[in-house]
């Protein structure tokens, strides 16, 4: 494997589209109960967990773009051989791969049960699993740029959402928030480490960093995307502890749901119903990021054809789609992909730092002795 990546110039993506594709990417389903599970662990200090989070976060793009720029032009796979060599590179993409597939699945599957529950509840998983997977099989058989394209688009066409909180806003008790900062330092690192799921996603920089056009201009629109992520999930935790209080935002499942629900107009009585079927807007760029992610991993770290891969995910997606059905189960592996995410995602960019650090220098060292 070649450490470094040639893209010809008509496959690559402007820079200016990375705020798009981490708003998107993390923007998922994730958000929708963040605010539960950032409550149980900090309580209504939980705004101050998700700015220490957001904080992280950004240090975390900081460090990667240092890494990625100690390189030509390489991704996660090219890292990984320079530092380890073929063989471990090699199974800690395919761990890579893996986890990218749980994520996507816990996707799929967290959708088709909020559309059960909330618009049709006798509908068959293996329909919609079907309907989305045509249209994630259709961008991504397009190549990046047009993943790409879906996400810019349908970001515009699913942000007018956030506009509509306004009602729950004006509902809210603030003496919900009342004692301030009584979380202690360990319950707001705990509130902090339950955002991980909500904030996933950033790892697809090391994948589509080969790609980007103008690479010095890259890290200014990513760190606004996770800026976006992160005013997104303060957003709707705030509402939501300042809306339902303390013991009934700890026993709601989708809080952000719960709040569209509230809204009513003349015109339309269940507005949560709108929020549903718009929310596909939101999932599916997700999607297609994840499988792009998927088969342009298979074809650094094996030379398979991402059409072939394609198409065997989209058999596994549709499995997994049909027959996952129970809430147990979903969270479950919620819950595992949260874990292996955090470590992924989050520390393991804090591993390779060091390591390329004094790669790089041993290199530089045997140049000047030559």
């Known amino acids: 494997m070649n450490i470094n990546v040639a893209i010809k110039p008509g496959l690559r993506i402007r820079a200016f589209y990375l705020f798009f594709i981490i708003a998107n990417i993390q923007t998922g389903t994730g958000i929708m109960g963040v605010s539960s599970y950032i409550y149980k662990e900090a309580k209504q200090d939980a705004w101050l967990s998700i700015l220490i989070a957001g904080v992280f976060v950004h240090i975390i793009i900081f460090i990667m773009f240092i890494i990625l720029n100690k390189y030509e032009n390489t991704d996660i796979f090219g890292i990984q051989t320079d530092l380890f060599g073929k063989w471990i590179s090699r199974i800690l993409g395919t761990v890579f791969i893996i986890y990218l597939f749980a994520s996507l699945l816990t996707v799929l599957i967290n959708y088709i049960q909020v559309v059960q529950v909330f618009l049709f509840p006798l509908l068959s998983p293996w329909l919609l699993t079907i309907l989305l997977l045509l249209i994630v099989s259709y961008s991504v058989l397009g190549g990046l740029r047009v993943a790409v394209g879906v996400s810019f688009i349908f970001f515009l066409l699913s942000i007018w959402l956030v506009l509509f909180l306004y009602k729950p806003i004006t509902l809210m008790d603030l003496g919900h928030f009342k004692p301030l900062l009584e979380a202690s330092p360990k319950e707001l690192l705990l509130g902090a480490k339950a955002t991980s799921y909500s904030f996933l996603g950033l790892e697809i920089l090391f994948f ?103 198409y065997i995910v989209l058999f596994l997606l549709l499995i997994g789609g049909g027959t996952i059905k129970e809430q147990f189960t979903i969270q479950l592996i919620i819950d595992y992909v949260a874990k292996v995410g955090f470590w992924i995602a989050f520390i393991y960019p804090l591993v390779l730092f060091p390591l390329v650090l004094i790669k790089k220098k041993i290199e530089k060292k045997k140049e000047g002795y030559n």
């Open 208 to 310: 589509i960093y080969p790609f980007i056009d103008n690479k010095k201009r890259a890290q200014l629109p990513t760190q606004l995307g996770i800026a976006m992520t992160t005013s997104l999930i303060l957003l709707v935790t705030v509402t939501s502890i300042g809306f339902f209080g303390g013991e009934r935002l700890e026993q709601t499942i989708w809080p952000v749901l719960i709040l569209y629900k509230s809204i009513e107009y003349a015109v339309v009585e269940r507005f949560d119903i709108i929020v549903v079927s718009q929310w596909m807007m939101v999932i599916t760029p997700i999607m297609i990021l994840l499988v792009w992610m998927i088969t342009y991993g298979m074809k650094r770290l094996y030379s398979f054809s991402q059409k072939k891969t394609l």
